[in-house]
Structures are given as structure tokens and as C-alpha cells.
């Protein structure tokens, strides 16, 4: 299995940015989805989920700025970002059940 995670970078606070994953090896369409985000010296947590049927969850620190989407025939999963503050810069890893892609850096600057 392995999960490739893109659309990372540098932006300005207010600016967006859309990540991408990338999945092969697996039954994309049965599993929930996640992204997860690790900023420096914190834990790994946890930023928006979808399941296979679509429903959404969204951590309040993203919720209306953050949305998730999975395209299953793409074997794909989103995550557009707007409104990006500087408490978003973070590693952001895509996850499938025990899987987990690289990690793209966000870098949000004021």
C-alpha cells in the first residue's frame, strides 16, 4: 500500500492551498479517510475524516475553512484549505486505517 500526499508550501495567512493523496495497493473505496497534521513539538492530530459513504468530520480549530473530499474512481483524497492562518502550518499526512502517506509541509506565514 502506499499513500502520496501533495500540494504542500508557503503561503500567506488568507491565501489556500489543496492537498492531494494519492493511494495504490488497496480497496480505496470500503476505508475512511483522514488527514492528520503534526506542527513542531506537538502530537500528531487529527484535521478532517470522511468515510466511505461520505460523511464528514472536521476538528473545530478547521471547521468551515477545511473541507475533505474523496474521489474513489481516483482512488484520491482532498483536503482544500482556506483561510490559512499560521496555527495551520503544520506536516499533513494522509491515513488509511494503519496506512499513512509521507507528510506535505504547509507553511503559513503572517
Known amino acids: 500500500v502506499q499513500l502520496q500526499a501533495s500540494g504542500g508550501g508557503s503561503v500567506q495567512a488568507g491565501e489556500s492551498l489543496r492537498l492531494s493523496c494519492a493511494a495504490s495497493?488497496?480497496?480505496?473505496?470500503?476505508?475512511?479517510l483522514a488527514w492528520y497534521r503534526q506542527a513542531p513539538g506537538k502530537q500528531r492530530e487529527l484535521v478532517a475524516s470522511?468515510?466511505?459513504?461520505?460523511?464528514?468530520f472536521y476538528a473545530d480549530s478547521v471547521k468551515g475553512r477545511f473541507t475533505i473530499s474523496r474521489d474513489n474512481a481516483k482512488r484520491a483524497v482532498y483536503l482544500q484549505m482556506n483561510s490559512l492562518a499560521p496555527g495551520d502550518t503544520a506536516v499533513y499526512f494522509c491515513n488509511v486505517m494503519a496506512w499513512w502517506g509521507q507528510g506535505t509541509q504547509v507553511t503559513v506565514s503572517s
Open positions: 470522511i468515510t466511505r459513504r461520505g460523511y464528514t
Open positions: 495497493g488497496i480497496n480505496f473505496g470500503i476505508y475512511d
